[in-house]
């Protein structure tokens, strides 16, 4: 997917803010002696941008704009060293709210939908970008946060909310709850909307029975705006991506080179006309692959498949590459298991040892099926794992993101 003559005209633009306001970037530019890119080759000589270099310009180092025009900063949760934050303009503020309600108005959600905001509100862009996207829409807001399950349904039933915005993880707990109440005829949701947490097709399936709605995943960073730079159309052919806000490529994570379309490799992503923090070649550490030809549905906005992880959730066991989908999807040929899964990895005697952990009833022989998904996931990556089967609902459940790989060698 080649860059478009105007899409160059905006990295230019983009450049010019850079070196002139001195930011990390710009000064990465002035080093490298580029002042402008001409053509599609100019613009892969650019250098990336990575998640270092924005914790380095803590606090206000990405601020590209007069800090009169800043109406907002957001920043990632970190969870080690410093944070990073990310200035807002108001047009960034806008151009952000205009790009969700796309994604509300692509899922089919109108002005006449309440929609249910999970996500938690704060120095994070999760519920405050549901919320912006939702007015600019002119649907009905019922901005939740997260937590407090018994609320969140009450207020769900009462107030007959038709969209359900949450991770994941928190649309299955509330899926076994809702079950587990006999509600489920109180219950109007027909959508949800569901955070770029990855996850499984059985997960999928699970929280789409169990609720009775259509989902629809929506893709986003911190970094980039936040969630609501692209989603899924009603063929589920992959997430479209907003190109006219921001320019998307994959490449090989190894070689740091295009890979073609089609190919699997790292999100790297180029904000078009961002102004408080605009990003030129950021690496996202996110799998996926642009999906190549045209959707069904006549958009042109170029799509890319569901997130299949992060190039850090690699695990080396036994001097082997592991990467946690590839146990999914031996995990989702057992139709007797739940969706819920746990893997643990521990070094005892000089020896990496791998845990598996799955769920299933009270009907089925537990060792044999630990049997037989152990062979599986032999086959698949190598080595036998220990499968240990536990009773539904004994794994933990979580409001957030679900912790389903645990490395314990490095405790
Ligand atoms: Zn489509």
Not at 169 to 197: F, N, P, W
Not at 254 to 274: C, H, M, N, R, S
Not at 317 to 332: D, H, M, T, W, Y
Request: aromatic fraction near 8%; proline fraction near 5%; hydrophobic fraction near 35%.
């Amino acid at each position: 997917m080649q860059i478009t003559e105007k899409q160059l005209a905006q990295v230019n633009d983009r450049i010019k803010a850079l070196v002139k306001s001195g930011s990390f970037y710009g000064k990465k530019l002035e080093e490298a002696g580029i002042t402008e890119v001409n053509s599609p080759e100019d613009f892969l000589k650019l250098p990336f941008s990575e998640k270092k270099d924005l914790r380095d310009a803590y606090p206000l180092g990405l601020m590209t704009a007069p800090e009169e025009e800043i109406v907002r900063i957001h920043s990632s949760s970190g969870t080690t060293g410093k944070p990073v934050i990310i200035p807002y303009t108001a047009k960034d503020v806008d151009d952000w709210g205009e790009m969700f309600k796309r994604c509300y108005e692509v899922a089919g959600i109108t002005n006449k939908d309440r929609i249910h905001i999970t996500p938690g509100y704060g120095l994070w862009t999760a519920g405050i970008g549901f919320q912006n996207g939702c007015e600019k829409l002119g649907a009905m807001a019922i901005p939740m946060g997260p937590g407090n399950t018994d609320k969140q349904l009450e207020m769900m039933v009462n107030l007959g909310s038709t969209v359900l915005c949450s991770t994941s993880s928190y649309a299955l707990l509330l899926t076994e709850e809702i079950e587990k109440r006999g509600i489920k005829d109180q219950i109007k949701l027909k959508k949800g909307v569901i955070g770029s947490e990855r996850w499984s097709d059985k997960m999928r399936q699970r929280i789409h029975e169990g609720l009775g709605i259509e989902l629809y995943d929506i893709y986003g960073l911190t970094e980039i705006y936040g969630p609501g730079i692209g989603i899924n159309c009603e063929y589920n052919t992959g997430m479209h991506i907003w190109d006219d806000y921001l320019y998307l490529e994959i490449i090989d994570p190894e070689t740091l080179q295009p890979v073609a379309d089609g190919e699997e490799g790292e999100i790297v992503i180029t904000t078009l006309v961002k102004e408080g923090a605009p990003l030129i070649r950021y690496r996202t550490h996110d799998l996926s692959r642009i999906i190549p030809g045209s959707c069904p549905c006549g958009r042109s906005y170029p799509r890319i498949d569901v997130i299949k992880g992060r190039t850090d959730d690699m695990m080396k066991i036994k001097g082997v590459n592991v990467f946690p989908s590839q146990i999914e999807e031996v995990l989702a040929q057992f139709p007797e298991i739940s969706s819920e899964y746990q893997i643990r990895i521990s070094h005892l005697d000089g020896k990496d040892t791998m845990r598996i952990y799955v769920e299933t009833n009270g009907s089925v022989d537990f060792d044999d099926l630990a049997k037989r998904i152990a062979e599986k996931v032999k086959s698949r990556i190598g080595f036998t794992p220990i499968v240990k089967v536990v009773e539904i609902g004994v794994l933990p459940r979580s409001m957030k993101k679900t912790a389903r790989v645990i490395d314990e060698r490095f405790d």
